[in-house]
């Protein structure tokens, strides 16, 4: 109950405000009828953290702006225990009819709120399924191959790296984020298998996405061991890994969304996983009746919503030839002529 009621009252915030939420975020008065109604609960590290959250926070922005869908949002509360209680909050609300969980720690409580909700459609994003557990008719995974998309951050390292020596710095370390660091790996070494890699973890719980200072602390850590390319993957953290990049003169490979504003020639690139766009597309199938639960949808390569970015502003630091060899490497990753797995690159 400690945490249930600083939730049931920051809800009541959120819903005793919405006449005036909703006017702003849509423009017009709440008289107006809406197709649809979202609630969004975000990640550890919330809105602001210029990385998942805010990506998918954006994806309603598109719809709110295409569609003229009405949204609402609740902030996680420390390090989101409170998780449960807001996706309860929102279900239980007449006017919502989609629910989003930015994040895998949502995993186990979204499908087991969504069971209990049969009338709702939930989505969760980077859902982690469990053996023996069925995912509800009204509940969409969405995943990323957030491996492939590492493998070609790890090749790109590879390809640039002076010193040969590069880093990995994972927010909470779990299932979702070693696919980053196994794809990172075996990317790197598919260039050359004598690069070193030195890998760290914030931290073992969800606050890990929320901390930047030891962010800042283990990639500066890494740094000073020789790393001259440090690739993250830790949310809100991630931006003191972008710091320290500043501060030692050195590159950094950002995850989610194209982060080079945050330190212009030091970030490399991005690995974007396009959850904006994921989240828009998803609102479309709704509003379409096209939305299919009890399962996951992978948004890939294929498309681009698993990428990384290239353009005028990194062009130079990667290199017109590096790019080539990396579109060669994305080619062969979509059309299955690389493989990664868990324990080898075939080709």
Not at 279 to 307: C, H, Q
Request: proline share 3%.
């Amino acid at each position: 109950m400690k945490h249930l009621l600083p939730v049931l009252l920051f809800f009541m915030f959120i819903v005793s405000g919405c006449s005036g939420q909703k006017a702003k975020e849509t423009g017009k008065a709440d008289s107006v009828a809406r197709p649809l109604q979202i609630g969004l609960v975000f990640d550890v590290g919330g809105r602001g953290d210029k990385s998942f959250n805010d990506s998918a926070y954006n994806g309603l922005e598109l719809a709110r702006s295409k569609h003229g869908i009405n949204f609402i949002y609740v902030e996680p509360q420390g390090e989101g225990a409170d998780r449960e209680s807001a996706l309860r909050q929102m279900a239980s609300d007449p006017d919502v009819g989609l629910i989003i969980g930015v994040g895998l720690l949502f995993s186990d409580d979204i499908t087991r709120i969504a069971a209990e909700f049969p009338d709702k459609k939930f989505v969760c994003i980077d859902y982690i399924t469990q053996p023996k557990v069925t995912i509800p008719a009204n509940l969409q995974g969405i995943v990323f191959e957030e491996k492939k998309g590492s493998f070609l951050a790890g090749a790109l390292a590879g390809l640039v790296t002076k010193t040969k020596t590069v880093g990995f710095i994972g927010g909470m370390e779990s299932s979702v984020i070693k696919k980053f660091e196994t794809g990172f790996v075996k990317g790197v070494h598919t260039i050359n298998p004598d690069i070193r890699v030195i890998s760290g973890y914030i931290g073992m719980t969800g606050s890990a996405f929320a901390n930047p200072a030891k962010g800042r602390e283990l990639a500066l850590g890494q740094y000073a061991r020789g790393a001259d390319i440090i690739y993250q993957a830790a949310g809100a953290s991630g931006l003191g890994v972008i710091e320290a990049a500043r501060e030692s003169k050195a590159f950094v490979i950002c995850t989610d969304r194209d982060q080079e504003p945050e330190a212009p020639g030091f970030v490399l690139s991005s690995m974007t996983k396009a959850v904006d766009r994921a989240v828009l597309k998803t609102v479309e199938n709704v509003l379409d009746g096209t939305f299919k639960g009890g399962g996951v949808s992978v948004f890939g390569l294929a498309d681009r919503y698993t990428d990384y970015v290239y353009n005028d502003k990194n062009a130079a630091l990667i290199g017109s030839k590096n790019h080539d060899q990396l579109e060669d490497i994305r080619n062969k990753l979509v059309a299955g002529k690389i493989v990664v797995d868990d324990t080898a690159v075939v080709q």
